[in-house]
């Protein structure tokens, strides 16, 4: 089930961290994320695609009524 409680196999799904949209386009796609948490806090880590070359992304994340939600 995703955040809306629809099942994700009748095409639910609650995006997290997408690519970018527009015109000013940096990140393309980022994927095969990971979710470890360190003294307490919990980071995502992923790898990217950009305009320019592949990124390791990490972020912090927070938690809204039990789902994740990027830290900025």
Do not use: C, Q
Not at 5 to 19: F, H
Not at 39 to 66: C, F, M, Q, S
């Amino acid at each position: 089930m995703d955040k809306d409680g629809k099942s994700m196999t009748k095409g639910g799904g609650t995006l997290l961290l997408g690519g970018d949209t527009g015109d000013n386009k940096v990140f393309y796609a980022r994927g095969h994320n990971s979710v470890e948490t360190f003294d307490g806090v919990d980071y995502i880590a992923y790898h990217a695609y950009t305009t320019t070359y592949p990124r390791l992304g990490i972020n912090k994340l927070d938690w809204e009524n039990g789902w994740p939600v990027i830290k900025k």
